[in-house]
């Protein structure tokens, strides 16, 4: 089992930045890629990007263009989301989870509670 817990989220201007922190606790967390996903009010959870066990990989989806990046420390259990150059249209409910290194939610048996990202225009 792996419990997981986002922390971070919070009101920003456009143009700004943030760092998404996931917390894990129980065994084997370093044996587990570790997703990022969000969901918008009124639309669908969509993938954001996810990071290999060691950390060596991660790949993204196509809207994060370079802006957004994640990295692990498993030592501290942790994986962050930096958000950068944040734009209104990245307003959500962010979500890590822990599972297979893949772009579908259905991969990730673990979730987090989601933290809440506002970027204000």
């Known amino acids: 089992q792996v419990q997981l817990v986002e922390s971070g989220g919070g009101l920003v201007q456009a143009g700004g930045s943030l760092r998404l922190s996931c917390a894990a606790s129980?065994?084997?967390?370093?044996?587990?890629?570790v997703g990022w996903f969000r969901q918008a009010p009124g639309k669908k959870r969509e993938f954001v990007g996810t990071i290999t066990w060691s950390g060596a990989n991660q790949y993204y989806a196509d809207f994060v263009k370079g802006r957004f990046t994640i990295s692990r420390d498993n030592a501290k259990a942790t994986v962050w989301l930096q958000l950068n150059s944040l734009k209104p249209e990245d307003t959500a409910v962010y979500y890590c989870a822990a599972g297979a290194y893949a772009s579908s939610a259905a991969e990730y048996g673990y979730w987090g509670q989601g933290t809440q990202v506002t970027v204000s225009s």
């Open positions: 129980g065994h084997s967390f370093d044996n587990f890629a």
